[in-house]
């Protein structure tokens, strides 16, 4: 019997699926334990604004008030100034990622949206969903120099932690603490 395409890429998807969470589990303290005691640290550059964030966030089981507040401060709306409580889940996607795919600074393309800024974003571009998980401090567009952003894509699909886009064009991945989903 002959699966269609569909069922042959979902098959397809699934091993590669398996190989790379099998891949990224020799990098990453995946134990409970080790994960709550290993600090997490995170390095960004913001695009629009120049800013750089380079610091723990994360150290003795908690997240550091101090750390995640700047960091919500630095992934700001650069065109109202409007600062959103980040998801810190999301810094915890992108630590691992960095551990995964080889330690860097991220490129932020696009970070906490107002909804006075999406909704101006939407009316230029069909690309900007109406609910974004953007105006809730829960998404960031990003890409990692010297990184393929397709290998950054594959290593965050494979660690099922929330929506990954994927913008080939554009040279960034989205990333979002959402129901894991792709694009």
């Known amino acids: 019997m002959q699966m269609g395409s569909g069922a042959a890429t979902a098959a397809r998807r699934r091993v590669l699926r398996a190989f790379g969470w099998a891949a990224l589990s020799l990098v990453l303290p995946f134990s409970p334990a080790a994960w709550a005691a290993a600090p997490r640290s995170i390095s960004l550059y ?13 150290e003795n089981g908690e997240y550091l008030p101090d750390a995640v507040a700047e960091l919500s401060r630095v992934l700001r709306d650069f065109r109202t100034g409007e600062v959103c409580a980040y998801d810190a889940r999301l810094f915890d996607t992108l630590h691992a990622l960095n551990l995964a795919c080889g330690e860097g600074t991220y490129q932020v393309i696009s970070a906490y949206r107002s909804e006075q800024t999406n909704r101006m974003l939407r009316q230029h571009s069909r690309g900007v969903a109406k609910d974004s998980l953007h105006v809730s401090g829960r998404a960031i567009d990003v890409r990692l120099p010297g990184r393929d952003t397709r290998q950054l894509r594959d290593a965050a699909t494979t660690l099922r932690q929330g ?3 994927y913008y080939a064009r554009s040279n960034f991945v989205h990333l979002d603490t959402g129901p894991f989903r792709t694009w």
């Open 46 to 58: 913001h695009t629009h604004t120049g800013e750089r964030f380079e610091a723990v966030y994360f």
């Open 163 to 165: 929506g990954v886009g």
